[in-house]
Nanobody, 125 residues
């Protein structure tokens, strides 16, 4: 009942910035905890960042802390991932995920019910 569409991926130089967006549609779109995950070629999907449905709790992977910022706008049912100081190792397909009425900013991918199709981020060295 929830659909997620990521956008904003592309090619960026190391040290540059990029902002990803994830637009949600369907019921309960204003009460979604949201997470960002990424998967690089040959690697498992890994947690990046998350925010609870109220938007007052956030979690970051150590690899992106102080470089990435997650935020959400419940009015337009969109979550953002601002990525700064990008590194080649940030290259991956980035997925957003949602959990209705999620109280926590969870790090487990199996804690989310809905997933977007992903958007490719490539960081050149």
């Amino acid at each position: 009942q929830v659909q997620l569409v990521e956008s904003g991926g592309g090619l960026v130089q190391a040290g540059g910035s990029r902002r990803l967006s994830c637009a949600a549609s369907g019921r309960t779109v204003n009460t979604l905890a949201m997470g960002w995950f990424r998967q690089a070629p040959g690697k498992d999907r890994e947690f990046v960042s998350a925010i609870n449905w109220k938007g007052d709790l956030t979690t970051y992977a150590d690899s992106v802390k102080d470089r990435f910022t997650i935020s959400k706008d419940n009015a337009n049912s969109t979550v953002y991932l601002q990525m700064n100081s990008l590194k080649p190792e940030d290259t991956a397909v980035y997925f957003c995920a949602a959990r209705p009425w999620g109280l926590r900013a969870g790090v487990r991918d199996d804690g989310y019910d809905y997933w977007g199709q992903g958007t490719q981020v490539t960081v050149s060295s």
